[in-house]
């Protein structure tokens, strides 16, 4: 789960001056973090297309967290995304320092926050680093697409990855499927008249309807139902079936 | 992922539910098992086993199936199990995996016909010619015989996966919940059901917010409440409206623009609601706090309890190992004073509201001998560190208590611990500290 005893790695500094911090060499900038933690999510939702159907919420919750990253991405005009670029895909050992992920999303300013560890409750151990296991991360050409510059095509991969999610979800076979319900949905408006005894117009409230509904049914606590279970044991005692 | 299944994994237990007496607690499984334990009555001359809990019965709920338009499984995991009040001798319950729900109907027999005329005692035919007289066969007393039937199966009422189910104060209506609908069934009907809430967008791009759990008042059949991944609550009222789109009380609390992060929604997301027995309060639980909410309140909780607040610096990690998508549960007291929930590392929380006082204790084998005292237990986030106290880098991530239950009346709660249950009985008021 979390990398313990992990020994710190000394960091090319060339791509990126900003992580020239003294002592704290091993802390990767914070656009690289946050690239990958969306190269991460989009990782999870490529995943999501198991042999049991995906967890929705899980998806949808990490498809707004894409979304989120992408938009303070193109708000801060990728102007420091070139960094990362140059010098290709950064290795995935020294993925995501936890501390500054987990901090306030950057405001306006341009600095890139210094992670004051003084403040830092881990304050004399070593900083978490989560390890996402390479073999999981997709190196085909595709992924080269994530780790572009412009977010116009970071947003059509990620558009992809939740068109093919929502659309496991959604009916393969439209036509069939709306025959497949079509009994059920019409069942729905025939209920509601049933209910409401109107055609059209506003729908009156629903207890009113289930009252009348339910009018034939004997009330609760009755004698009458647990006689009757009694009587029809009985009987079929009686006639030895 | 392996393709087969690890030998104990359809052993784990996902629901715990007691029923209105607290007499039974039904817990399911995620091999699709139902097991209903009762509450032996205390007597006098065995005064050891003081209302223990014994298996009553056993049965198979639900089955895997497999939907062959979409080409996908559909699981066997019971999700949520409700009672329905009993009204005669018999017990009802309502099971649920993700796209069917079932009413199962509990008889005992402790007696048993004897003396047919037809039939011999092994039931063979008798010889007809052999038979002079008749009689009328006699009720004799056996061996307590619990029987189970499924009496009701409300099937295809779901597209996406049921979350929740919830019996309505009327006993004649329930409700079931998927990520993105509400129905309404009439517990006699199975061929139809009524659509109350409905969040799917036209264009399923567009989505956003799931449906997480709904629930109905405990008084009022007209009132019910669900839950968003986005945090939020919504009460709606059935009498407005026949599709209640439009809620009546929206809950939610304003964001603090101090603490958002990358994760801020994902923490948000409500977990699991709970009506207070009382009606007037309700419990929330997102990954981070338990949040109770009175119902003449909108705009914020009215108070806020840290789970596992030492986990907010870790919340990369627990997304990078799907941690922080765990769905826990909470529960109220029967006097609504005290609330409980899980955590990890086999512990679960409890907190009294009124004495504000909180307390971590731990499910385990090793630390549950029985009547045993159970001790409290510490996280220490580092700085000084007590001896029995675990540290947060050693919790144990893998057991996570989701799912915890509040006997109606007694101080008596069922906790599941992956593959484990453990009923704790509190004999003496227990001090929270």
């Known amino acids: 789960m979390f990398a313990r005893g992990l020994k710190r790695k000394c960091v090319d500094q060339e791509e990126d001056g900003e992580d020239a911090l003294a002592g704290f060499g091993t802390v990767p900038s914070y656009s690289l973090q946050r690239q990958s933690l969306l190269d991460m999510s989009l990782v999870k939702l490529q995943l999501c297309h198991m042999l049991v159907e995906p967890n929705l919420c899980r998806s949808v919750l990490i498809a707004n967290t894409v979304r989120q990253i992408q938009e303070e991405m193109t708000r801060d005009g990728m102007g420091r995304g070139a960094a990362p670029q140059s010098t290709g895909r950064a290795p995935l050992d020294r993925l995501v320092s936890t501390e500054i992920l987990c901090r306030t999303v950057r405001g306006p300013e341009a600095g890139c926050p210094v992670p004051d560890l003084g403040d830092s409750p881990l304050q004399g151990t070593p900083p978490e680093l989560c390890i996402v296991n390479s073999a999981e991360v997709p190196r085909s050409p595709q992924s080269s697409l994530w780790e572009m510059d412009s977010p116009r095509e970071n947003r059509g991969s990620f558009q992809k990855s939740l068109d093919q999610i929502f659309e496991t979800l959604e009916h393969k076979s439209p036509s069939s499927m709306e025959e497949l319900f079509s009994d059920m949905d019409s069942s729905y408006y025939d209920l509601d008249t049933v209910l409401t005894g109107m055609m059209t117009g506003a729908k009156p409230g629903l207890c009113d309807g289930l009252e009348s509904f339910a009018a034939a049914a004997p009330a609760p606590g009755s004698s009458c139902k647990s006689d009757l279970a009694e009587l029809d044991h009985v009987v079929e005692i009686l006639v030895e079936t | ?389 675990i540290s947060v880098d050693s919790l144990d991530f893998a057991k996570k208590i989701l799912h915890t239950a509040w006997h109606p009346a007694e101080n008596i709660i069922a906790i599941a611990a992956t593959n484990n249950l453990y009923i704790f009985q509190d004999k003496v008021n227990s001090d929270m500290h």
């Open chain 2, 1 to 389: 992922m392996p393709s087969h299944r690890m030998p104990s994994e359809a052993d784990i237990i996902s629901t715990v539910e007691f029923n209105h007496t607290g007499e039974l607690l039904a817990t399911g499984d995620k091999g699709g098992r139902v097991v209903i334990f009762q509450r032996e009555p205390e007597s006098k001359n065995a005064p050891h086993s003081q209302g223990e809990y014994d298996v009553y019965s056993t049965f198979q709920s639900h089955e895997p199936e497999f939907d062959y338009l979409k080409s996908l499984e559909i699981e066997e995991k019971i999700n949520k199990i409700k009672w329905l009040p009993q009204q005669n001798a018999a017990h009802s319950l309502l099971s649920t995996n993700d796209k069917t729900i079932k009413l199962w109907k509990i008889t005992e027999r402790d007696k048993r016909p004897e003396g047919y005329n037809l039939k011999d005692e092994e039931g063979k035919l008798k010889d007809l010619s052999t038979v002079t007289s008749l009689q009328v066969p006699v009720l004799k007393p056996m061996d307590l015989m619990v029987e189970v039937s499924p009496r009701r199966i409300f099937a295809n009422g779901h597209t996406y996966h049921i979350n929740s189910i919830s019996v309505n104060s009327d006993c004649e209506t329930y409700m079931s919940a998927d990520d993105l609908r509400i129905n309404l069934w009439h517990l006699a009907v199975t061929d139809r059901s009524f659509n109350i809430v409905d969040i799917k967008p036209a264009n399923m791009e567009d989505l956003t917010e799931v449906i997480t759990a709904s629930e109905f008042h405990p008084h009022h059949c007209n009132l019910f409440v669900y839950s968003s991944s986005k945090g939020s609550l919504r009460l709606c009222d059935m009498r407005a409206a026949a599709l209640c789109d439009k809620h009546s009380k929206l809950f939610e609390e304003p964001e603090d623009p101090s603490s958002r992060s990358f994760f801020s929604e994902i923490i948000s997301s409500v977990s699991d609601v709970k009506f207070s027995h009382s009606g007037r309060y309700m419990l929330t639980r997102d990954y981070l706090t338990v949040k109770v909410w009175d119902l003449n309140m909108e705009a914020r909780p009215i108070e806020t309890y840290q789970v596992h607040d030492y986990l907010r610096s870790k919340l990369c990690s627990l997304y990078e190992n799907d941690c922080i998508f765990d769905k826990f549960e909470c529960a109220w007291n029967g006097s609504d004073s005290v609330i409980m929930t899980g955590a990890y590392n086999n512990f679960f929380r409890m907190f009294d509201r009124n004495s504000k006082r909180d307390v971590t204790l731990e499910a385990s084998r090793e630390s549950s001998k029985p009547r045993a005292v159970l001790k409290p237990r510490r996280v220490c986030i580092g700085g000084k560190r007590r001896r029995d106290d």
